[in-house]
């Protein structure tokens, strides 16, 4: 059973990059089988999706964070992180990593296994 | 890019009754990449139902997942006490991944 957790600060400032890993364990992230993703949640709001990263190093993002966004991954720590540049207040959320099925050319498993997820505050 | 809107907002029901939960999609999309999610207060999402049909492990057969096209529908047949949550339709394609903003299940 694959086990995500993340780690970071809970507090960054305005205009300075947020900065999170997720250590994933019961799984490997240089194995295929999984997108490894970034999910977050506004306070009291619904899931957005940031983007993942597959373990041929291939990464997707959200088009509308595309610009400030970069996942990568350390195979030797099996681990993938989460960069956002330039942030504000409305990037303050609950940052989820999670697992996601590989998808075939006529279905999508889901996202199976979530982190527990990790609230970020951006304030001065 | 797809929008996914869910109805009601909130839904009130009581135990024992049926719940039914509806995920229309700005333009039609494969019924394989649709999934739902429940998540309880201060919890991850889980994933119920994926394309659009097939339970996820562990899943109770209360729930069930239909629809095609740009309607889809989550179904509960008989709220249990633990069902009570916010739950996310969800779509794959293939530049975003987008997400409904939730139908609350609430006790009557």
């Known amino acids: 059973q694959v086990q995500l957790q993340e780690s970071g600060p809970g507090l960054v400032k305005p205009s300075q990059t947020l900065s999170l890993i997720c250590t994933v364990s019961?799984?490997?992230?240089?194995?295929?089988?999984?997108?490894w993703s970034w999910i977050r949640q506004h306070p009291g709001k619904g899931l957005e999706w940031i983007g993942y990263i597959y373990y041929s190093g291939s990464t997707y993002y959200n088009p509308s964070l595309k610009s400030r966004v970069t996942i990568s991954a350390d195979t030797s720590k099996n681990q993938f992180s989460l960069k956002l540049s330039s942030v504000t207040a409305a990037d303050t959320a609950v940052y989820y990593c999670?697992?996601?099925?590989?998808?075939?050319?006529?279905?999508?498993?889901?996202?199976?296994?979530w982190g527990q997820g990790t609230l970020v505050t951006v304030s001065s | 890019e797809i929008v996914l809107t869910q109805s009601p907002g909130t839904l009130s029901l009581s135990p024992g009754e049926r719940a039914t939960l509806s995920c229309r999609a700005s333009?039609?999309?494969?019924?394989?990449?649709l999934a739902w999610y429940q998540q309880k207060p201060g919890q991850a999402p889980r994933l119920l139902i994926y394309g659009a049909s097939s339970r996820a492990t562990g899943i109770p057969d209360r729930f069930s997942g239909s629809g095609s096209g740009t309607g889809f529908t989550l179904t509960i047949s008989r709220l249990e006490p633990e069902d009570f949550a916010v739950y996310y339709c969800?779509?794959?394609?293939?530049?975003?991944?987008?997400f409904g903003q939730g139908t609350k299940v609430e006790i009557k």
């Open positions: 999670a697992a996601a099925g590989y998808c075939s050319s006529t279905s999508c498993p889901g996202i199976d296994y």
């Open positions: 019961g799984g490997s992230i240089s194995s295929g089988g999984y997108y």
């Open positions: 333009q039609s999309v494969s019924s394989g990449y």
């Open positions: 969800q779509h794959y394609g293939s530049l975003t991944w987008t």
